[in-house]
């Protein structure tokens, strides 16, 4: 009796860990599905005639979704299987898709398509930590969760080129096909996933509704400075505070917002982090309009900065406890403005000033990750960590979707293509080149702010 029970055992044992490669691979494809439709909204903006302002709300949404889903499927997953949570995913990522596809030459639905879509792309990341940190052994996990990283930056070389090709050479749209791919995962989530009983868990709407209404709001003030959007988000703001300060159920409790350093660093990251989409999303546009390149060829051009980044995130560890962390920090906000002023003051030099700019960019804010989170979460107790870095990652999320609604709002702005530094002459030039002085303004503030709050303090 206890040889077969051991036997049993040593059987789910195994079944639970061939479900780490089907769940590692469902993770690496969603990443490339929404990596790929970062870098495609030059051809989307022209297909439908639209702004850039416009046409980056299938970006800015998409992003507010994959962080709020974040914590969702985090809080969901005590309450529900994984099992059935994933499957959820898929259908939504499938049924999004498909609709993306059938309605593309409507750019309303297309953005609710993506915003279906991306719901069940948010459920990867997260249930995949879950999973390992839940189901595999204590000595096994770190190996596991490392995986997870190596298959962030291998989905960002992907991504980006899929993007590129696919839209190139065939049509944007056809990327929603390709995302169909999704459910051939099903079956073996639900052969090899455990069926678990649920705990009893809560989801906090109101506080996540809450989160979403204040970064809804602030994206559409910076879009067109209506200052019935900019009271709508103070008062979401005030309501959420109220709201948290109130209710001991909240997904995040009032006292994180009294612990001084941990504001600090959520409002430097905040800033800081706004900047990376917002390169990312004008990257494209600059290469397309200022030197006439294809979408493939520019994501081909993103492989070198990709590949650094990944090595640097690699190592970002390694890196901050040789440095410390405060170091770390100001070296790469440090790194961030340079590569940004590099393509602002050589805006028309050459295409390679960009792939080195870009190089440097992508591996300033890998060097950061790491060294940024741990600031952070060092000034919470053990216990709350978990609280912390969910919500860590949701500023994050909201920041990059914010970065891409200002730098959109300046691309269509006509006062920004009188040039600031006066020697560059032609219209597009100068718009791009006085967006990337600002973005170098935006991560020197970012440093000035951290130093004063934490860099400077022992």
């Not at 006062?415 to 170098?440: C, D, E, P, T, V």
């Amino acid at each position: 009796m206890a040889t077969f029970s051991m036997n049993e055992a040593e059987a789910q044992d195994v079944t639970i860990k061939k479900a780490v490669p089907v769940l590692l691979f469902l993770f690496v494809l969603c990443l490339v599905i929404d990596n790929s439709f970062k870098i495609i909204s030059v051809d989307m903006a022209k297909d439908f005639g639209i702004s850039a302002t416009t046409v980056s709300w299938q970006s800015t949404l998409a992003g507010l979704v994959i962080g709020i889903g974040a914590v969702v499927y985090a809080a969901l997953a005590d309450s529900i299987s994984i099992r059935r949570l994933l499957s959820i995913g898929i259908i939504l990522i499938c049924a999004g898709s498909l609709m993306g596809y059938l309605f593309q030459h409507s750019f309303t639905l297309v953005v609710i398509a993506r915003i279906i879509q991306t719901a069940g792309l948010a459920s990867a990341e997260t249930l995949y930590v879950i999973y390992v940190t839940k189901h595999l052994p204590q000595n096994e996990q770190k190996k596991f969760l490392g995986f997870s990283t190596s298959s962030y930056a291998l989905s960002l070389v992907i991504g980006s080129l899929a993007g590129g090709f696919i839209s190139t050479y065939l049509h944007w749209t056809s990327l929603f096909l390709v995302a169909l791919i999704t459910i051939v995962l099903l079956p073996f989530i639900l052969k090899y996933l455990p069926k678990e009983n649920g705990k009893g868990g809560y989801v906090d709407v109101i506080g996540l509704f809450l989160v979403g209404v204040i970064a809804a709001f602030l994206m559409l003030y910076i879009s067109n400075f209506n200052w019935l959007y900019l009271l709508v988000f103070i008062v979401a703001i005030l309501l959420f505070l109220a709201y948290i300060s109130k209710n001991s159920k909240s997904f995040i409790d009032i006292a994180f917002f009294k612990n001084k350093r941990f504001v600090s660093i959520l409002a430097v990251a905040f800033v800081i982090y706004s900047v990376q989409l917002a390169y990312i999303f004008l990257f494209p546009f600059l290469l397309e309009n200022i030197y006439g390149l294809k979408l493939d060829t520019i994501s081909l051009l993103l492989i070198p900065a990709y590949v650094l980044s990944a090595t640097v995130g690699a190592l970002s560890g390694k890196i901050a406890q040789f440095l410390g962390s405060k170091q770390s920090i100001i070296f790469a906000m440090a790194g961030i403005t340079v590569s940004v002023l590099l393509g602002g003051f050589f805006v028309q030099s050459s295409v390679v000033v960009f792939v080195i700019s870009m190089i440097l960019f992508s591996s300033s804010f890998a060097l950061m990750y790491a060294p940024m989170i741990d600031s952070c979460v060092s000034t919470i107790s053990k216990e709350h960590s978990g609280t912390a870095v969910g919500f860590y990652n949701l500023v994050l999320n909201v920041a990059a979707s914010i970065g891409i609604a200002y730098t959109a709002a300046m691309m269509d702005s006509s006062s920004m293509k009188n040039n600031f530094l006066g020697y560059i002459h032609l219209a597009n030039a100068s718009l791009y080149s006085n967006i990337l002085l600002i973005l170098s303004l935006i991560s020197v503030f970012s440093l000035v702010v951290y130093w004063g709050l934490v860099g400077r303090k022992k």
